[in-house]
């Protein structure tokens, strides 16, 4: 059983910065990439940032220059470094994993974490 594990949330003025972290365990063989969405009240889930396991980056423009996603492949874990964060930035934030192959030969398409709180006050 594939599971993700995020922590790092909590409450930050804003201007302030947070880490996140999310760890996959399990009998992991390989994953073909990760990231991190975040869903704020009343709104849709986005995706934040994303990192493939080449080190490919992707992330949403409202993030651009204040956030960084970063891997390591090795612990099976991705990190969200959050800087200059807005209170638009407060919402919960999920680690997804993509294409998550487990040494029995089974594979996950898509695996999400519980989830983590990240508030921001002004």
């Known amino acids: 059983q594939v599971q993700l594990v995020e922590s790092g949330g909590g409450l930050v003025q804003a201007g302030g910065s947070l880490r996140l972290s999310c760890a996959a365990s399990g009998s992991i063989f390989s994953i073909n990439a990760m990231g991190w969405y975040r869903q704020a009240p009343g709104k849709q889930r986005e995706m934040v940032a994303g990192?493939?396991?080449?080190?490919?980056?992707v992330y949403a423009d409202s993030v651009k220059g204040r956030f960084t996603i970063s891997g390591d492949n090795a612990k099976n874990t991705v990190y969200l470094h959050m800087n200059s964060l807005k209170p638009e930035d407060t919402a919960v934030y999920y680690c997804n994993a993509v294409r998550v192959v487990t040494t029995d030969g089974d594979s996950h398409l898509e695996v999400w974490g519980q989830g983590t709180l990240v508030t921001v006050s002004s």
């Open positions: 990192i493939t396991s080449g080190g490919s980056t």
